[in-house]
């Protein structure tokens, strides 16, 4: 047995057409490892160019991709879709969708986006008084079959990326019910101020309030040493 294995290593180290033969017999025999999964790059897109493209493979992938991961009873690729159109419509607020798919494999139809998230400026009122631009982080998602390959956080990163290279963006402001997730590979930290919504307006009660998670989040992290104390003023709907 040990001759048989060190010359079937011998083969492979060697390369050329003994390990191809091997990895073949290996593949029919149902031994040989399945090919990684391929994914595409992160994409970031314009929401508005997105949602202007009314049944896109790629746009309902994403709202479908949103409506599995928050799901409730009604929710649909469809209903998602039209409440990220509504959203747009009443607020400019340079959105971007930030996304990676799956390329489409033959015969099994379009590409399936498998994480993606959303962000978008939001100029909200610090607890000094003073307005400051900020970027909103929302809808954090990854598709349950292909999470453990670091697609979550390589939205996330595309979506700080505006951060970084904005200078007129303060810092990203958002909540979440995963802080460790954020401060240990993203660089964010958790701040301890109170979020409300002076409006009063949003598409439900959570949101007419302010935030309702109870982590709340600020990147990059050197942020928080100069932000005011007092409560953080949205001037509009939670997200």
């Known amino acids: 047995a040990r001759v048989k294995q060190l010359r079937r290593s011998e083969l492979v180290e060697q390369g050329g057409a003994h390990s191809n033969t091997m990895a073949a017999a290996e593949t029919m025999a149902g031994t040989a490892q399945p090919p990684p999964p391929v994914y595409e790059p992160v994409a970031s897109c314009p929401a508005s160019v997105l949602l202007a493209e009314d049944g896109a493979s790629l746009l309902h992938s994403t709202c479908a991709l949103w409506a599995t991961v928050f799901a409730k009873p009604g929710r649909t690729a469809e209903t998602m879709q039209a409440a990220q159109q509504a959203e747009l419509e009443g607020e400019a607020r340079e959105e971007q969708w930030h996304v990676v798919w799956r390329p489409a494999v033959r ?112 990147y990059p992290a050197s942020a928080a040493g100069a932000w005011p104390k007092g409560a953080i003023d949205l001037m509009g709907p939670g997200y």
């Open 107 to 218: 015969g099994s139809g379009d590409q399936m986006v498998v994480a993606a998230c959303r962000s978008f400026v939001r100029v909200i009122k610090a607890g000094d008084g003073q307005e400051v631009r900020v970027l909103a982080l929302a809808h954090v998602a990854s598709h349950p079959d292909t999470r453990g390959h670091g697609l979550g956080l390589q939205v996330v990163e595309a979506a700080m990326k505006r951060v970084d290279d904005d200078p007129t963006i303060a810092a990203s402001l958002f909540q979440t019910g995963v802080p460790k997730f954020y401060t240990s590979k993203l660089g964010a930290v958790e701040i301890s101020h109170g979020v409300v919504n002076s409006t009063g307006e949003g598409s439900d009660e959570k949101r007419r309030k302010g935030f309702w998670d109870p982590h709340v989040m600020l």
